[in-house]
């Protein structure tokens, strides 16, 4: 029932049209820790540049990284040029096979390994946690998501249809995704509600049981300086990468401007820890109006002017290169 479910109610996308290997690796690099509604855009285009393993691997690592800003952990996109690259020279044909594979772990090649070649391995990600933990109605508090998955993977390994475990696992997933859902899960319409134990002692938004952690919360403000078209930005090492963004305005910073005004604000979570992030701009054009290596050197020691006409080559961390297209698009910003 979970089969036919899926075949008849399995969301429309891209990659699950006309199915290739091609198609499976590229899709599930770009869902690493990216939903699904972020990733649509990018892989569309990136199969018209990339349209196979080979021209992916004799593309240059800046192209591909290139074509990957915005997406965020760029160090996936070098690992998928690099699996891009071993695939063209040695193909793997197993999911111990695909374990030795950069950026790939056992989530990845699990997927890969049961979509592309129906090889009987469960795919657990939070979904099928959640899935899981409601259809047994367990009472283990989880410390984290990892041990949850440690707890959910040998009961998806039993369960798994293994004639079918490529389209189980997609089912799996997305079960999880559009019905049993965190919160308001859709009980009503869920094909295997008569097995859910959860659900036959109304226990369904309790489970999975995680142990509650502090929640952060903090503000960091940003300083927006636009100036003759070209738009200031610090360095930023997230992960191992360096990448740009909006410079961090710091009280040595803020003294430097008689005035300043609030022109954005959005908020983002990482880990335990909710960020607001308030951009500010000079209040007056002679805030602005200095030389830019006035805004080089100290306390702006690193920070660079880039043209807004050039920034979709400056790897910008993804919600960086967001919210200045929507400050842009906005056009209520002074120029000094």
Known sequence: MLLQWFRQNARDLP?????????????????????????????ERWMTIFPNFEVLASASVEAVVRQWSGLGYYARARHLHQTAQHFVQNPPRSYRELLHYPGIGSYTAAAIAS??????????DGNVVRVLARVFNDSEIFTSKAAAIVWATPH????????????????????????????????????????????????????????STPHFKKTVDRLWLLTNKKLLLEPSLIGNKQLWELPEL?????????????IFRAKRTVTNTTYTEVVYQPHSSTNGNRS?????????????????????????????????????????????
């Open 15 to 43: 990659w699950r049209r006309e199915p290739s290997l091609y198609k499976t690796v590229v899709s599930e690099f770009m869902l690493q820790q990216t939903q699904v509604k972020t990733v649509l855009p990018y892989f």
């Open 115 to 124: 979509i592309a070649w129906n090889e009987p391995i469960a795919v657990v």
């Open 156 to 211: 998806a390994q039993r369960l798994l249809d293994k004639e079918h475990s490529g389209i189980f696992n997609e089912a799996m997933m997305e079960l999880g995704a559009v019905v049993c859902t965190p919160t308001a899960p859709d009980c009503k319409h869920c094909p295997i509600q008569t097995l859910c134990k959860a659900f036959r002692e109304h226990t369904v938004e309790l489970c999975p049981h995680f142990h």
């Open 250 to 262: 710091t009280e040595e910073r803020r003294e430097r401007f008689s005035n300043l005004n609030e």
């Open 292 to 336: 830019e290596a006035f805004f080089e050197q100290s306390p702006f020691e690193g920070c660079r002017f880039f043209p807004i006409t050039e920034l979709h080559a400056v790897a910008l961390s993804g919600p960086h290169r967001r919210w200045i297209g929507e400050i842009l698009k906005d056009g209520n910003t002074d120029e000094g």
